[in-house]
Structures are given as C-alpha cells and as structure tokens.
C-alpha cells in the first residue's frame, strides 16, 4: 500500500495494462478487486482520494431498495437483495443488519406496508436479515423512544444492511492490491490514446503528487469515474451527449438522542416523495436525504438552504424532538450521477430514474458504466469486467469475488467504538501503540479515535492528506465537523512525522481542512 510503489508501475512504459480503470469510487474499486483476482494486470486510477465524490456520501445502506420495489422495479429488488447478502457475507465487519421501523399514523398504513415488505423478504430469500412484522404502537415507542407519538397507531418493522461506506472503499483498494492490482489516488488522466485505427490504447497522466506525466498502454480503458463519466467520454468523442445528470442529495448528522434507540426510523413518502431515513451510524444519527435536480458536477458539493430545511422539517414531523440547525453536528452533499433524461422528456423527476446500472461501449472501444448503488458495486463490476474481457480481446476467466473475502474480514466485530471498521486489523493498530505508547493518545475528548490510527492511515490506507484522513479514513468530519476541525493540527502533526513534511506543509493542510470543514456547518466555528 506504499503509493511511491504502485507509481512506479504506472511510470513504467514497458508494461501493456490488460486493463486500466479510471475512477476511484465504489464501482471502480469493486472492477480493480474484480479484474486482479481474476488474473490480469489492472491499474486504477483517481483523480482525487478514493471516494471523494459520491460514495463517501452515501445514506450508509446496503438496501434492496424498498422505495424501488413500489415503483415496480423486481429486477433491481432482487439483486440489490442478492448482493446485500453478499456483501454481508464478505465483509461483515462492515455489513451489519439494521433494524427498521416505518411509524403508521393511518388506519390503512399497518397492513399496506407488512404486505409490501413481507414481499421484499420472499424476495431476499435465505439471504434474508429477518422478518417484517407488524408492532404494537407500546413496542414502537420502545425501540425508538423518540419517535412523534401523537396519532400513532404501530409500525412494522423490517431489516436491511447497513455499513461505512468510505471504509468499505479503503478495504476494497487494499483487496484489489492484494490481488495484485496497481492503484494510485491523485493522479488525474488528462487525455486517451488511440491506435491507427483510432481504437483506445491506452490513456495519459499527471500524477499530481510527483508533478510528472505518464503515458499508460491498454487492451481496455473501464470509465467508471461516477459523476465525470461524460467528461471521460468527450475526452473520446468530443460531440457526444451527456449521459448522466446530477441530483443531489444532502444528509444532516444528529446526536444519538434524537433517536433515543439503535433502531432506525424510515418515513416511505415524504412531501416530495422521496424516502427518508433516521439511521444510527457511528453513535450518530443520520437524517436523510432528498433529491434535488442541479445542472453541473462538483468533486465538493454544498447543501443548498431548503434541501436543510426539508430535512429538519420533516424530521420535526417524526421525531418528539425537532432537530434545530444548531443541533446539526455536520451535513455532506452528494450528487448522483442519474440517466440524463430524454429530449423532451421531464427531467425534473429524479426519484423516479431507476437507480439500474448501464454499460456504454463507444466506438472507438471506451467501457463506460453509469447509474447503479453501493450495495450492487460488486455485481456492476463483474458486468464490466466481462465487457473488458471481450473488448480487450483478454483471456476469458471466470468472476471469483462472490466468495471472495474483503480485507478486514472479521466475524462478530464490538461495534462499541468506531475501531470495529478495521476488523482483523485492528490488533495490527493496537501493536502500533503497544510499541509506541504515545500513540494510544485520544485526538479528541468526544471521539474515540487515537493518533495510532491516523499513523495507520498513512502507512496502510495510501492516506495523502489531512482532510484524506479526517474525511474518509476517520469519518470524523461526517460524525462531528466541530471535532474535526480541532483535530486537524495535531493530526497534520503527526502526519508530517510520517511523511516527512516540513512546520509549513502542516500549517497549510490545516488552513486547508479548516476551509472545507466549514462547509460541513450550518453554525460558522472558530477552531479551539
């Protein structure tokens, strides 16, 4: 996992990649994982840290899809089921089962929903979590004591996946380098190359660390960078249309309190009809999410003032306690890159877009896939690991990740403390401090996290920055923005010791982090 390794594979001019992918998300890491344990040399490569964009910025799910499922769409229902279960199985120190709770305030609400979810278990089969059954409102207000209760009648509980989406990713990347796969964040592809015939042969690279350009030869070039696939595609075709359209959805981070339980709540219609959720992650709450159309991507999208307060409204709406912007410990943007509709066609219905992933094959023999969801990751990546085989002319060799454990695989993980995400490791970074004791020492008096982890980041996870690690390393600016903000000098600190880097490098990474951080605030914060 020593970056200064994997480039100078990427540096060398000699090797003829099988396959290069570009894009460093869920749906690129999953191909790195699907195409290495297959036997063929693959290189990924990120323009920014791995997750960056959308799949840091999840609702922190693995889920069927109950909302897809009353929209008619089986065949999505069933493999998102299939590949919950699959993921549960591969890295359940991640994948846990999650209780869920949909509060009925109408006569009609109790029967309609235990008939559609005890539809959604048949269809998740043996790899169902558990049953969905209706609850008395006494056995509601038990499990989640902070639910509305006025007009409640019951609910009906039903089960579903839910995991750590950024370190699912760093498990993936440290999979896929197991298996043999090259990769490297910050390293941005700045054009592709064509043969005589004016096929893809291969891409071009600066690598924004070492400050060089690369030229790197392919059989097959995977564009799986999310919500830049269009501007891949017009590196190729310069008139191509624009395939995929962003729609945001935002997220707000709420003291555990505001649930009162482990149980998490789900309200199937909001005024916009879309979901939302209330789940408990990491000893918060997330609350979640809406669906905004915007017209342009961004690697740091910003929530817009009536997506927060949708949120906090319809919140109110379920919960005894309505959450105020003060109350907010942090709130992410994500945009989703969505089938671009139709000309003509009403483009304002995102909900509506099926969430089913899409393989394009250009001309000139570009792989792009588009749409798709966390949970699917692995079943997208095998569909277009199979279409590189057949473009790239590669040797045909069957899919291996079904039974394929993730690094960190560890069963029955004490989810008491934030450190259950490093499953089997865990002992590794606890050796870290036994050898050196000062790295047992707390970053933070309300966090759990300790300065072995960041050392740990360094050196195992290819973390590069402070905002690398406090983002998608510790998730500490998701949980709580204030915290991490206080924790980004000695964290730099630390880092700098690692790394090498000098008193100004630090100060800089920390102005840095500071800046973004604050977009991670409804109330401006002055570090302590």
Request: aromatic share 8%; net charge positive.
């Amino acid at each position: 996992m020593k970056r200064d390794n994997h480039i100078k594979q990427i540096a060398d001019p000699s090797i003829v990649w099988d396959i290069v992918i570009v894009g460093g998300g869920a749906t690129g890491l999953g191909a790195a994982v699907d195409a290495a344990s297959r036997g063929f040399k693959v290189v990924l490569l990120e323009q920014a840290d791995f997750t960056k964009a959308t799949s840091s910025r999840s609702t922190k799910l693995v889920h069927g899809g109950v909302r897809y499922l009353a929209q008619g769409d089986v065949g999505l229902v069933i493999e998102a089921l299939r590949e919950r279960g699959l993921m549960r199985k591969n890295a359940p120190h991640l994948v846990k089962d999650q209780r869920f709770i949909i509060g009925n305030y109408k006569w009609w609400e109790k029967p309609f929903y235990t008939i559609g979810l005890t539809i959604y278990d048949i269809l998740a089969g043996k790899r169902g979590l558990g049953r969905s059954l209706p609850m008395s409102k006494k056995s509601v207000i038990k499990e989640i004591p902070q639910i509305e209760g006025n007009n409640l009648r019951g609910g009906v509980v039903y089960h579903d996946g839910q995991f750590d989406d950024s370190r699912m990713a760093i498990n993936l990347l440290q999979t896929a380098a197991e298996q043999g796969a090259t990769l490297a964040n910050y390293i941005k592809v700045t054009n592709l190359t064509k043969n005589d015939k004016g096929d893809i042969s291969g891409v071009t690279v600066f690598d924004e660390v070492g400050k060089e350009n690369y030229t790197l030869k392919a059989k097959a070039v995977i564009n799986a960078t999310g919500i830049f696939v269009d501007d891949l595609m017009k590196m190729d075709s310069a008139e191509k249309d624009n395939i995929v359209r962003p729609s945001q959805g935002v997220h707000l981070v709420v003291d555990s309190s505001f649930l009162g339980g482990d149980t998490a709540i789900m309200v199937p219609k909001t005024s916009d009809g879309r979901v939302m959720f209330g789940v408990p992650w990491h000893g918060k709450v997330v609350l979640g999410t809406t669906d905004t159309p915007l017209k342009e991507f961004v690697l740091e999208p910003k929530a817009l003032e009536e997506e927060i307060e949708f949120i906090l409204k319809t919140a109110g709406q379920y919960l005894a306690k309505q959450p105020k912007r003060e109350d907010v410990l942090s709130v992410f943007a994500g945009l989703r890159p969505l089938a671009a509709p139709k000309k003509g066609a009403d483009g304002q219905k995102t909900k509506e877009i099926s969430r089913s992933h899409k393989v394009v094959i250009s001309e000139s023999g570009l792989i792009t896939i588009t749409g798709g969801k966390w949970t699917t990751y692995r079943d997208m990546a095998e569909d277009v690991v199979n279409k590189a085989i057949e473009i790239g002319n590669l040797p045909k060799r069957e899919c291996k990740t079904r039974l394929l454990r993730i690094h960190g695989y560890k069963e029955n993980v004490d989810r008491s403390n934030f450190n259950y995400v490093y499953g089997s490791d865990f002992e590794k970074i606890k050796k870290l401090e036994q050898d050196q004791p000062e790295l047992a020492e707390k970053l933070h008096e309300r966090c759990d996290y300790t300065a072995s982890e960041v050392v740990w980041a360094v050196r195992k996870e290819m973390a590069l920055t402070v905002e690398d690690v406090l983002a998608r390393r510790l998730r500490a600016l998701f949980l709580d923005a204030r915290a991490a903000i206080d924790m980004a000098p000695k964290v730099a600190t630390i880092m700098a010791g690692e790394m090498g880097k000098n008193e100004e490098w630090e100060k800089e990474q920390t102005k840095e982090f500071v800046t973004l951080a604050q977009n991670y605030l409804l109330v401006p914060y002055k570090p302590q």
